[in-house]
């Protein structure tokens, strides 16, 4: 069993920054591949970011890419996401999920959610 707590979100304007954490609970967070996702009003669940178990490979979604870094430290059992150039469109529900193994995009992947911290930015 894993708990994901997720945090740093907030109101920022545009082109600002934010940085999300993820702290997890349990002793195998090396085990796990990490994502997160986005999920705005009336809108489906989205992908984000992945990171593999040790973090040598990422994966971004298009409209993220070259603004968005994820990071994690086994360490500390957290996952980050650093966010630059923020845009209203990137408005929602940040959550971080965990997956046994392999990363992958896809939402039914993956096994762990947090609870979802908001991300709001104003134009």
């Known amino acids: 069993q894993v708990q994901l707590v997720e945090s740093g979100g907030g109101l920022v304007q545009a082109g600002g920054s934010l940085r999300l954490s993820c702290a997890a609970s349990g002793r195998t967070f090396s085990s796990y591949a990490m994502g997160w996702f986005r999920q705005a009003p009336g809108k489906e669940r989205e992908f984000v970011a992945a990171i593999s178990r040790y973090g040598a490979n990422t994966a971004y979604a298009d409209s993220v890419k070259g603004r968005f870094t994820i990071s994690r430290d086994n360490a500390k059992n957290t996952v980050y996401l650093q966010m630059k150039s923020l845009k209203p469109e990137d408005t929602a529900v940040y959550y971080c999920?965990?997956?046994?193994?392999?990363?992958?995009?896809?939402?039914?992947?993956?096994?762990?959610w947090g609870q979802g911290t908001q991300v709001t930015v104003s134009s």
């Open positions: 999920a965990a997956k046994w193994g392999t990363y992958a995009d896809s939402t039914t992947k993956y096994d762990y």
